[in-house]
């Protein structure tokens, strides 16, 4: 069974920075692609960022709306990817989850292909942390 435990979610004021915890199994790491998403209320889910599990390719992809202020990691000794959101902006406010690539039919379980567009690929989630961003 797969689970995935998102945390570090909270308020903060326009421009401030948060750290998402997405906390797993060290085989869930190794075996799949991991995917940051957002949803907002009312609102279709929204990729936001994707590393690949390849231990020698980690390369990292990211939405438009937050390249050059978000960063994706992984730390395999915490079997842990994080989320570091920086200059963050109000519409960023949202329900923040991360989903391991478990449900690909070409069997690319470890790459970030589509993830923007074929979201349904990763198809294990944890329940999400929510990101409100005011002033």
Not at 94 to 104: G, I, K, L, M, N
Request: proline residues 4%; contains cysteine; glycine residues 8%.
């Amino acid at each position: 069974q797969v689970q995935l435990v998102e945390s570090g979610g909270g308020s903060v004021q326009p421009g401030g920075s948060l750290k998402l915890s997405c906390e797993t199994s060290e085989f869930v790491l190794r075996a799949y692609a991991i995917a940051w998403f957002r949803q907002a209320p009312g609102r279709e889910p929204e990729g936001v960022s994707c590393i690949r599990s390849y231990s020698y390719d980690e390369t990292t992809y990211y939405a438009d709306s937050v390249k050059d202020r978000f960063s994706v990691s992984r730390d395999l000794a915490k079997n842990t990817v994080y989320l570091q959101m920086n200059n963050l902006r109000p519409e960023a406010t949202a329900t923040y989850f991360c989903a391991a690539r478990t449900e690909d039919p070409d069997r690319l379980f470890r790459h970030c292909d589509l993830w923007e567009t074929q979201p349904e690929r990763f198809g294990s989630r944890g329940q999400g942390t929510q990101v409100t961003v005011s002033s």
